[in-house]
Each structure stands twice: as structure tokens, then as C-alpha cells.
T-cell receptor, first 114, second 112 residues
Framework: SQTIHQWPATLVQPVGSPLSLECTVE??????LYWYRQAAGRGLQLLFY??????ISSEVPQNLSASRPQDRQFILSSKKLLLSDSGFYLC?????????????FGPGTRLTVL | KQEVTQIPAALSVPEGENLVLNCSFT??????LQWFRQDPGKGLTSLLL?????REQTSGRLNASLDKSSGRSTLYIAASQPGDSATYLC???????????FGGGTRLMVKP
């Protein structure tokens, strides 16, 4: 069976510090990978998605970036965090882009920027 | 730009009631619509996926319907239980990248 992991589970960082959140998927190959953010009072917002190694598409311009160094690894990064980066970050995967491909979500990372 | 709206934002019902959660979307050109459940501080769990050519999907006590032409979907929960308490999110898939646009969610509380 497939599983998706995210770490860390929680993170408190000062403004201006760097960020690295990691997401890994087990039990499947060539997944589509997604990063979402859920901020207080706002809905889930798609940040990045990837259909393959080194292929990253950004949905929202911001000071965050994503990378996919391996088939089942997706990393969210920032060089300098802003207060507005606080939120709940969720990674998700799907088998493909077909009509029946649901997305499976990880447990999330709670980021607080002080 | 696709916009997804969920009404009501919050709902409190006694145990055993049947209830309906609503989701509307502005652009009817979708591939599918999905319903998720989110427990506090947790990730999302997929409940049902309705393809654009389908009218409804059922899983246990859950039934989701889709009226693509009017831009509406409903999630029906039968005989609600306290364990159903959670936030329910609907999302539409509008493109080949399987990128989802989410609604704001309905926070459901089922009281014993």
C-alpha cells in the first residue's frame, strides 16, 4: 500500500530564517506531487505541483520554492521566511492526471513564523 | 478563474440526523469533483470522487451528487454520528494536471 510522509510535524521559525519541508511517498512510482498551504481563515491553496523529477510548476508567486530531487521526494523551501508564510502545509500525491485519480494527503506540517 | 463556495460554513446537529452539505462552483468545465474530510490538525482524507459524466457516488452513509450544468454538488450524510464531526471540503479538478481548487469547507459538529 502507498503511504505519504511529511516532516517535521511542527516548526517554529523566526522571520528571515530559511525553510525546508520534506515530503516522501512510498509504495508507488512516478506520482504527481502537490504542495498546498492552509492559512488561518483561508482555504487550501495550491502552491506547487510536479509531474516528474525536476518538473515543477508554481501556482502562486511568492518567496517559496519547490524541488523534486527524486521520483518520490518533494521539498518545499524558502531562503527567508515572512510572517505571512505561517500556516499548515500539506503534501499530496496522485497516480496521474486522469479523470478518476483522487489525491492522497500527508499528515501536514504546522509552520509558525514569529 | 474557478471559485468554489461551501455553505454553510459551520453546522451543528444532534446525532442521528440526516444532513446535506452544499458546494457550488463557478466554471462548469470540470473533470471531476471530490469531497474530503479533515479532522482538526490533520491531513485530508478522500471520501468520494464524482467524474464529470456521473450524477452521484455512494460510499456507506455518504452520497454525493453532481449537477455540473448548474455548478452544484451536495454531500448527503445519513444517520449522522459524533464520529462524523470534522471539516468537509469539496474540490474541483479543472485541468489535466489534476490540480484542485478547494472550497472553504463546512465545519460539522454532531452532538451525542
Amino acid at each position: 500500500s502507498q503511504t505519504i510522509h511529511q516532516w517535521p510535524a511542527t516548526l517554529v521559525q523566526p522571520v528571515g530564517s530559511p525553510l525546508s519541508l520534506e515530503c516522501t511517498v512510498e509504495g508507488t512510482s512516478n506520482p504527481n506531487l502537490y504542495w498546498y498551504r492552509q492559512a488561518a481563515g483561508r482555504g487550501l491553496q495550491l502552491l506547487f505541483y510536479s509531474v516528474g523529477i525536476g518538473q515543477i510548476s508554481s501556482e502562486v508567486p511568492q518567496n517559496l520554492s519547490a524541488s523534486r530531487p527524486q521520483d518520490r521526494q518533494f521539498i518545499l523551501s524558502s531562503k527567508k521566511l515572512l510572517l505571512s508564510d505561517s500556516g499548515f502545509y500539506l503534501c499530496a500525491w496522485s497516480k496521474g492526471t486522469g479523470l478518476t485519480d483522487t489525491q492522497y494527503f500527508g499528515p501536514g506540517t504546522r509552520l509558525t513564523v514569529l | 478563474k474557478q471559485e468554489v463556495t461551501q455553505i454553510p460554513a459551520a453546522l451543528s446537529v444532534p446525532e442521528g440526523e440526516n444532513l446535506v452539505l452544499n458546494c457550488s462552483f463557478t466554471d462548469s468545465a470540470i473533470y471531476n469533483l471530490q469531497w474530503f474530510r479533515q479532522d482538526p490538525g490533520k491531513g485530508l482524507t478522500s471520501l468520494l470522487l464524482i467524474q464529470s459524466s456521473q450524477r452521484e457516488q455512494t460510499s456507506g452513509r455518504l452520497n454525493a451528487s453532481l449537477d455540473k450544468s448548474s455548478g452544484r454538488s451536495t454531500l448527503y450524510i445519513a444517520a449522522s454520528q459524533p464520529g462524523d464531526s470534522a471539516t468537509y471540503l469539496c474540490a474541483v479538478n479543472q485541468n489535466a494536471g489534476n490540480m484542485l481548487t478547494f472550497g472553504g469547507g463546512t465545519r460539522l459538529m454532531v452532538k451525542p
